[in-house]
């Protein structure tokens, strides 16, 4: 089957062991960019979900309270095998973690005032920025012939760099106007 057939044609059913280990490795892998590694192993491994799927679910989990990452596993988990599916793919993301940050925390407790420590922490900083803004590229890729798309990231982006605007008030404000362009441009496409 060639790739392409593949992205147009994921599976719709995951074994609960995968959902657990796929997101797993996600939590493993993806110290601080989750999202890449969830794409990566959805979409390109396992091709459980299209390109487009996986925009849609980050575009959703966005909206929503709490980390992306959580309500990418959600969302996948649902999709694959429902709610059995959801507490596999949550487990696997939170299990190792949890313990981990846990530990790590404890030891930071211990020896936050050494110099290295801090040096370490802003390295990995550092390193989540850059993952994430790949992502956002990755994402946008599948849109790039579109006009508005590419003008809405470019809003989208100086608002939250340049005018400081919180996330929320840059959402709510090019979150409706984003979809009435989108509406008259499917309307003249008609």
């Not at 089957?1 to 593949?6: C, F, K, L």
């Not at 996986?54 to 969302?75: E, H, K, R, T, W």
């Not at 939250?160 to 441009?185: D, E, N, R, W």
């Amino acid at each position: 089957m060639t790739e392409v057939a593949q992205q147009e044609e994921p599976e719709r059913a995951a074994p609960l062991t995968a959902l657990f280990t796929a997101f797993l490795i996600v939590s493993l892998c993806g110290f601080a960019g989750g999202i890449v590694w969830a794409r990566r192993i959805a979409v390109e491994n396992r091709h459980w979900i299209t390109d487009r799927e996986f925009a849609d679910i980050v575009s959703l989990c966005q909206l929503m309270p709490g980390p992306n990452i959580i309500g990418i596993a959600v969302c996948i988990g649902a999709k694959m095998r429902g709610l059995i599916g959801t507490i596999a793919a949550i487990s696997g993301f939170l299990i190792i973690p949890w313990a981990g940050g846990l530990s790590l925390g404890v030891l930071y407790l211990e020896y936050a005032y050494l110099p290295v420590l801090r040096n370490i922490l802003g390295g990995i900083a550092a390193t989540a920025a850059g993952l994430l803004i790949a992502t956002g590229i990755r994402l946008l890729m599948p849109h790039r012939r579109g006009p508005t798309a590419l003008l809405f990231a470019a809003l989208a982006f100086g608002l939250i760099t340049f005018a400081h605007l919180p996330l929320l008030v840059v959402l709510f404000g090019l979150v409706p106007l984003s979809i009435a362009v989108a509406g008259v441009g499917s309307a003249r496409a008609q």
